[in-house]
């Protein structure tokens, strides 16, 4: 169990408790759940019961706004062979199940939509279910980790370029129509982690010579037209965007000027927009990883580069920030918000605690935070342990 709060700590997480406005919404409190990858859709990419489950023990432990775990656009063989997607109307029926248990227990919840790019292998049973080419931006292969579930262990395919970026933006619009049918409040954008829109943005996986590659504003084409396709879906002020400029994640990171002028421009234009939220990952070790002896991501101060550009969005921000971090960022008027990840897998229900000054679990399982750790699922029951079994007070 975790330490108890002293009675300082106490006042200061009281900022947390309070409403926040998003958009047309208001969300009960400040805890807000980022999008957390858990690759429990098995057998298939449809969500499950044990989903349902899952969410709705976090919406009942008092979160005020959910980011569901990413969900793909479009058939992909991804790194996580059971992970959700949202382009069938069998996905719209099953998400709908988690919508309704998690408003059930009076939380708001947006969809994270996501497009891995070429974080991909031809290999992967999902993707030659596809029919489709791995692509990408520009026929780079990401160096990076492993697909786990597959024979020998292969990193990502290099991709073939994507000759049509609009045909990708229409993947976005149509997944926004079905995250709405689905009972979505709002939808996500991911355009970080090495993924399809950051690719995009990022020089070091952009070569093009098109209208979507070279100059800054080429580079950041693509990902605007996506919020601007989703946003004619639910309205802008139920769109948000997350962005990772300081990330090395997948084998990204452009160096510190050309970051500041793409990640400046692209939150400038996204602004204007007038987006419910724009939340920027922090500078965190976990996302600088060493790939082929050489430290890749972009080091920099996201809220003292940035926060001057926000004139209609809200501010958020992401990357392993405590509750008490969390309050006093909030409470001093650096950020509108702060998102939780990993302290809502093992605490469902962490506002609950905060509010009834509870320790919080410290039990975290690393080795289930994807399902089996071999990557093998012999008996579906297995699924629970690290996702549904983490003790609530």
């Known amino acids: 169990m975790g330490p108890t709060l002293s009675t300082p700590e106490t006042s200061l997480l009281s900022t947390l408790l309070t409403p926040l406005k998003l958009g047309?919404?208001?969300?009960?409190?400040?805890?807000?759940?980022?999008?957390?990858?858990?690759?429990?859709?098995y057998p298939t990419n449809v969500p499950t019961e044990m989903m349902v489950e899952y969410y709705r023990q976090r919406a009942k432990g008092g979160v005020g706004l959910i980011i569901s775990e990413g969900?793909?656009?479009?058939?992909?063989?991804?790194?996580?062979?059971?992970?959700?997607?949202?382009?069938?109307?069998?996905?719209?029926?099953?998400?709908?199940?988690?919508?309704?248990?998690?408003?059930?227990?009076?939380?708001?919840?947006?969809?994270?939509?996501?497009?891995?790019?070429?974080?991909?292998?031809?290999?992967?049973?999902?993707?030659?279910?596809?029919?489709?080419?791995?692509?990408?931006?520009?026929p780079i292969a990401a160096r990076f980790g492993k697909f786990r579930f597959l024979p020998g262990e292969p990193p990502c395919s290099t991709p073939i370029e994507i000759q049509d970026p609009l045909k990708f933006v229409d993947l976005y619009r149509q997944a926004a129509l079905k995250a709405k049918e689905a009972g979505f409040d709002g939808v996500e954008i991911h355009a970080g982690g090495g993924y399809l829109i950051h690719t995009f943005l990022d020089s070091t996986s952009n070569y093009r010579k098109d209208e979507y590659g070279g100059s800054v504003r080429n580079r950041c084409r693509f990902g605007l037209e996506v919020l601007e396709v989703v946003s004619e879906i639910f309205g802008a002020n139920r769109v948000g965007v997350k962005l990772t400029p300081c990330s090395g994640h997948n084998d990204m990171g452009m160096s510190l000027n050309e970051t500041l002028d793409t990640y400046s421009y692209f939150i400038t234009e996204a602004d204007k927009l007038g987006l419910a939220y724009i939340a920027l990952v922090r500078d965190i070790e976990l996302l600088s990883p060493v790939i082929d002896g050489m430290?890749?991501?972009?080091?920099?101060?996201?809220?003292?580069?940035y926060k001057p550009l926000f004139k209609n969005s809200l501010f958020f921000l992401n990357g392993d920030y405590n509750v008490i971090e969390a309050a006093d960022a909030i409470a001093s008027g650096r950020v509108h918000g702060v998102f939780f990840g990993r302290p809502f897998i093992n605490n469902p229900d962490l506002p609950n605690r905060i509010e009834r000054r509870i320790p919080l679990n410290t039990n975290l399982d690393i080795y289930t935070l994807y399902g089996p750790s071999d990557g093998v699922v012999k008996d579906i029951e297995i699924l629970r342990k690290g996702y549904t079994d983490y003790p609530v007070a």
């Open 24 to 41: 047309p919404l208001t969300l009960r409190n400040k805890f807000m759940m980022s999008a957390l990858t858990r690759d429990r859709c």
């Open 71 to 138: 969900a793909l656009i479009e058939r992909q063989g991804t790194e996580w062979p059971h992970a959700p997607g949202i382009w069938s109307d069998d996905h719209v029926l099953a998400w709908k199940k988690i919508t309704e248990a998690v408003h059930e227990e009076g939380t708001c919840m947006y969809a994270q939509l996501w497009h891995v790019g070429r974080v991909r292998h031809h290999d992967a049973p999902e993707q030659i279910a596809s029919g489709m080419p791995v692509s990408a931006p520009s």
């Open 295 to 305: 430290k890749r991501g972009t080091p920099h101060d996201v809220i003292l580069s």
